[in-house]
């Protein structure tokens, strides 16, 4: 007998603007995504003005999967996944994003993919706005940081939901909406945001009003999307990276729950419906002015979320000494790396407990149901003369992360909806916009410069995974 129930939701993850390419075909506007620079190794991607990076700029085409997908989708039935979590890029929707009508030939691809995927016995989980956004949005209105993105954006989720309410039952709003918590890197509010700093701006103010609204418009969104069909089930998703105590001094332990409540009220808000009381302190020790309305707070309360998605990649670690009982953590500042664990060649710290640790965290406070939509290992993988790759680095950093997942499930009792590991077809990065750090079980033949005929090729961890799926978890 599995762990797991029967009804376990076992798939892969992605996202439009990551794998579609097709940037401006089928009456597409351009997005956020089609503007930003690609970072060096290791790199965060900066904020270009606009200014398009010539014809192999890595998402432009990305993988194809705008004119692949038929075949793609045969692979993903061979793998045996029965969830697919991509999203909707806006601008096929909306080129412009303040148009009235949508754009039909948009609608249809997503008609089209969703139904081939359902031929398959694959559902489609979708999120609305994932790392990206018309940048026409930014450049007209300023992104997020005007309250006419909540119209637009409301406007765009409810054509979604009317359109697919019979192909698609699962959702989430905004992808990672707390990443931009941290605010002193460019690419984290840009990606959720489309807000571009200018010069002597409070950068955090402006954070907190363009998160505001971002969980205004998600909960106006998931009202809606329950009127429209109260069968949808709409969740949040948080970019859950747990972050532990330096070490038993107290002071270290009071810096990460500090720390935590900096980067983790977005899910209080999307759950619970209300600000926790430690940020309405915060914002208003700040001196913060924000535009926060009664009809605001009362929206909030109409729209709370039915389950948690969450990404889970790494752990941090805080130290707090000295800095004084009004703790203001910065995750720029105050992280400290883990003697405890090792890292990925991305610095990223390699943590399986930690997802345990998360889920449990994530369990006690809220007593929703959770589903990890993301989960996974970005490397450089080499791929052998045979076409194969042989990435058991892959396998064992996700056999830990499941086996951990497991544990929560039977020793913590955690309702756990699904799994879908992130970029499982090889994909571009988000963070670096390159095409080398891989994550996939499926090898696309794509170069960072660039070039390569784009077939796609099992690595070892496909048959992995292809029996981890078969034994609802027991062959790891
Ligand atoms: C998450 C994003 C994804 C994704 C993944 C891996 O933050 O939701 O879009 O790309 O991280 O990150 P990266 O691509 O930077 O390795």
Not at 167 to 193: C, G, H, L, R
Not at 294 to 321: H, P
Request: net charge negative; proline share 4%.
């Amino acid at each position: 007998m599995s762990i797991l129930n029967e009804n376990f939701l076992w798939g892969g993850a992605v996202a439009a603007h990551q794998l579609e390419g097709g940037w401006d075909q089928g009456g597409k506007g351009i997005s956020v995504a089609d503007v930003m620079t690609v970072g060096a190794h290791g790199q965060p991607r900066k904020i270009t003005d606009g200014v398009l990076m010539g014809e192999n700029y890595p998402n432009h085409e990305a993988i194809d999967f705008y004119h692949r997908y038929q075949a793609d989708i045969q692979l993903f039935a061979e793998l045996g996944i029965n969830c697919f979590r991509t999203s909707i890029a806006w601008t096929r929707i909306f080129p412009k994003g303040d148009e009235s009508e949508p754009n039909e030939e948009g609608l249809q691809f997503y008609d089209d993919l969703f139904d081939e995927c359902l031929k398959h016995g694959i559902q489609p989980v979708v999120t609305l706005s994932h790392f990206e956004m018309p940048y026409h949005l930014v450049t007209a209105y300023g992104g997020w940081r005007n309250r006419k993105m909540i119209d637009f954006f409301l406007h765009f989720a409810e054509v979604c939901f009317n359109r697919y309410q019979d192909k698609v039952t699962y959702w989430m709003t905004f992808n990672e909406i707390n990443n931009q918590a941290n605010y002193q890197e460019d690419f984290a509010p840009f990606t959720n945001s489309g807000v571009r700093y200018k010069a002597g701006e409070n950068r955090e103010e402006l954070m907190y009003q363009a998160a505001h609204y971002e969980l205004v418009a998600s909960a106006l969104a998931v009202k809606a999307g329950h009127q429209v069909n109260p069968k949808l089930k709409i969740g949040c998703m948080i970019a859950m990276v747990p972050i532990y105590p330096y070490s038993c001094d107290p002071e270290d332990m009071m810096a990460a729950v500090s720390a935590m409540q900096k980067r983790y009220w977005f899910t209080d808000v999307h759950v619970r419906g209300k600000y926790p009381p430690y940020l309405m302190k915060y914002l208003k020790r700040k001196n913060f002015k924000m535009d926060m309305t009664e009809a605001d707070i009362r929206a909030l309360t109409q729209g709370t979320v039915d389950y948690i998605g969450f990404s889970y990649y790494m752990s941090f670690a805080v130290k707090g000494g000295g800095k004084g009982p009004a703790f203001d953590y910065d995750e720029s500042r105050d992280l400290v790396s883990n003697p405890y664990v090792k890292a990925s060649d991305w610095g990223w710290q390699i943590d399986p407990l930690g997802l345990r640790y998360a889920m449990n965290w994530f369990a006690e406070r809220y007593e929703l149901p959770l589903f990890i939509v993301e989960n996974g290992f970005g490397a450089i993988d080499e791929k052998l003369p045979d076409g194969t790759v042989d990435d058991q680095y892959r396998i064992d950093f996700l056999k830990a992360h499941i086996e951990s997942m497991k544990e929560a499930v039977e020793y913590d009792g955690v309702d756990l909806m699904g799994y879908t590991p992130w970029g499982f077809i090889d994909l571009v990065s988000a963070g670096t916009g390159e095409m080398k750090k891989r994550y996939g079980f499926i090898y696309v033949d794509k170069n960072n410069a660039g070039q390569g005929t784009l077939a796609r090729s099992k690595k070892k961890s496909f048959d992995w995974y292809q029996q981890v799926i078969k034994s609802n978890g027991e062959k790891l």
